[in-house]
């Protein structure tokens, strides 16, 4: 259990010094990414270091199982299948890989439930979703909008005009 502290602790301590480095150019990291993640979790959740030490290695062991999963869903996205056959296969592969998804989900989600009280899995759940909704806005602001076509929105009964 010590050992645990003591990562949790040097783990705060990369962070915080890694967030007074100079903003240059900035790259995409996935251990700062992970940090920031796992900072913002503790802090939603109010996990105590001890809950921490205990619940980040099986979380890191979900996120590992699942960055497979999302591999192969990017690979999916990028080909365009050319018949009715590749299409259908590409579907059907879709599909599983989201039922796999949720599988890893429910699974973890029962481990953390041995870790930590029920109140505080809920709250990991919601912090993990507030702070990828939070990556997501932060990453639009720095990128030019895609200007989406005006859409007509149809029109009801009795509000074409003043045609009776």
Sequence with gaps: ???????????????????????EEQ??????FDAELHLFIINEAKLSPQEAAKFFPVYREMQNKQRGLYDRQRKLVTMTPNDESSC?????ERDDIDLEMKRIQKTY?????????????????????KFYRHVFRRFNRNKPQFNW??????????????QK
């Design 1 to 23: 259990m010590k050992k645990g502290l003591m990562l949790f602790f040097l783990f705060i301590a990369a962070l915080t010094i890694s967030a007074h480095e100079p903003q």
């Design 149 to 162: 076509p005006q859409m007509q929105q149809p029109q009801r009964r009795g509000q074409q005009g003043n």
């Design 27 to 32: 790259k995409f990291s996935p251990e700062k």
């Design 109 to 129: 989600h029962e481990r953390f439930l041995d870790l930590l009280p029920a109140s505080k899995v809920y709250a990991v759940l919601k912090a993990e979703d």
């Design 88 to 92: 259908m296969k590409a579907i059907k």
